[in-house]
């Protein structure tokens, strides 16, 4: 029997209220309510695997207060494109928990930087074992939507994440389908990867509005089927088999005469969407409101679109809003 209301996960925690992926963002995610959490991993240079939106973490940690790694900032090539800064991969963990963590975009979310210089960094064993806490504490089942970043840039370097995530999943009780866990990349690569090895969750392909994917991009270049290619028709029934559902940039929802849903339902295929935000910065041009960049819009207009359309997941940065509103 399908489920009437879309899962709401917590998009790095609860990053509306408190700096992504912080302890206290988690926390405050499974107290208002959230049916998951959506941690992301990057790699460190000893094979820690840590809790980052990217493996640059200058805008994120207070790294470059950090006088002992000032000769760290460096210039990069991740997926394809040139990036400045510090990057988890030439840190070991020891070093790593030295830095506290502080909101990505202070001038929209002045009250979450309060918090910053308060928390430091978290290992996905961390966030696997609060969350596994917090179902207990909460009294209701908690699921994680685990976010697999640059998988192809990490192991180009060496540090291939599929055995990494297999050891921590393994170690933290997460790997046997105990708790619902579900595995998502923008390469189809490592989501492949993972399944041979057994571990029991439900791998859904992101999809961003435009490009291609890394990984196919490396390996069969301009010939790659863009992301908009994968879900046409065709290209969902490639996905049959493969992966058990997409999560889409939500502009391809809100795009009028899109049957994305429909199409992935038709094929047995869950539809996941990122990111239901309700800021003004965040939002449409149509349910934007006065108040500028920080100001809410009307969100709940936006946020009724995608609900239309059937999906059966978002993501949220304010999770008391979306628990609210997807399932009021």
């Known amino acids: 029997m399908p489920r009437k209301f879309p ?11 408190r700096p992504e992926h912080s302890r206290s963002s988690y926390e405050l995610a499974l107290a208002m309510g959230v049916d998951a959490v959506e941690p992301d991993i990057v790699a460190t240079k ?17 790294v470059a207060d950090h006088s002992e790694f000032a000769d760290r900032k460096t210039t990069k090539r991740i997926d394809g494109q040139p990036l400045t800064g510090w990057f988890t991969e030439d840190f070991t963990w020891d070093e790593l928990a030295t830095l506290r963590v502080r909101e990505r975009v202070p ?4 009250s979450s930087a309060s918090f910053d210089g308060a928390q430091g960094v978290l290992r996905l064993t961390d ?17 994680v939507v685990l976010e697999i970043k640059h998988a192809t840039y990490f192991e180009s370097i060496g540090l291939d994440l599929v ?3 297999v050891r921590d999943l393994k170690k933290a009780g997460w790997a046997e389908g105990e708790l619902p866990l579900v595995i998502e990349a923008f390469e ?38 863009t992301y908009k290619a994968t879900v046409t028709p065709h290209g969902l029934d490639g996905l049959v088999g493969k992966v058990d559902g997409i999560s889409v940039n939500k502009r391809m929802l809100l795009a009028k005469g899109n049957t994305i849903v429909d199409d992935a339902h038709a094929r047995g295929l869950k539809v996941f969407t990122w990111t239901a935000r309700p800021e003004n910065a965040f939002l449409s041009a149509e349910f934007r409101g006065d108040g500028g960049k920080p100001a809410f819009g009307d969100y709940e207009s936006e946020w ?24 009021g």
């Open 304 to 327: 009724a679109v995608i609900a239309r359309t059937g999906v059966d997941g978002v993501f949220v940065d304010h999770p008391d809003l979306g628990v609210a509103f997807f399932r």
């Open 7 to 17: 899962l709401v996960i917590g998009h790095r925690g609860a990053p509306g209220y």
């Open 127 to 143: 966030v696997l074992d609060l969350v596994r806490a917090g179902s207990a504490e909460h009294g209701r089942e908690i699921g």
């Open 46 to 62: 000893d094979g820690v695997l840590v809790v980052r939106h990217e493996n640059e973490i200058s805008a994120t940690t207070d």
């Open 163 to 165: 055995p990494l995530i």
């Open 188 to 225: 189809s690569t490592v989501l492949a990867q993972l399944r041979a090895h057994g571990i029991a969750a439900s791998y859904i392909y992101l999809i961003e509005a435009s490009g291609r994917p890394y990984d196919q991009l490396v390996a069969h270049g301009r010939q790659a089927a």
């Open 107 to 110: 001038a929209l979310r002045t």
